[in-house]
């Protein structure tokens, strides 16, 4: 049984730092197209960055040069990396998982066979 777990969420003021961190069971991380996705209340959820096996990302515009995902092999984890928060990044943030390659298109929501429970992120002014 496949299950991620997110973590790190929280409140942070606009400009601020968080880091999101997913721990999987159930599949081997190395193997499988991985990554967040957010969705803000009253809207659909979208994706923010996946990474594939071989580390090739790829980025939804909003986040380019602020976030940056990561994915630790050894323990099955991935980490999502948020700098300079803005108040639009305000969300519940979802790890997401594929048993295939990343393509541009995995940022589609539509893509992912499994997901987590989501982690809130919460910015302020």
């Known amino acids: 049984q496949v299950q991620l777990m997110e973590s790190g969420g929280g409140s942070v003021q606009a400009g601020g730092s968080l880091r999101l961190s997913c721990t999987a069971s159930?599949?081997?991380?190395?193997?499988?197209?991985m990554g967040w996705f957010r969705q803000a209340a009253g809207k659909e959820r979208k994706g923010v960055v996946v990474?594939?096996?071989?580390?090739?990302?790829w980025y939804a515009d909003p986040v380019k040069g602020r976030f940056t995902i990561s994915r630790d092999n050894a323990k099955n984890t991935l980490y999502l990396q948020m700098n300079s928060l803005r108040l639009e990044d305000t969300a519940q943030y979802y790890c997401?998982?594929?048993?295939?390659?990343?393509?541009?298109?995995?940022?589609?929501?539509?893509?992912?066979?499994?997901w987590g429970k989501g982690t809130l992120v919460t910015i302020s002014s």
């Open positions: 997401a998982a594929a048993p295939w390659a990343c393509w541009s298109g995995s940022l589609r929501s539509n893509t992912m066979a499994y």
């Open positions: 159930g599949l081997t991380s190395s193997s499988h197209c």
């Open positions: 990474i594939d096996s071989d580390g090739s990302t």
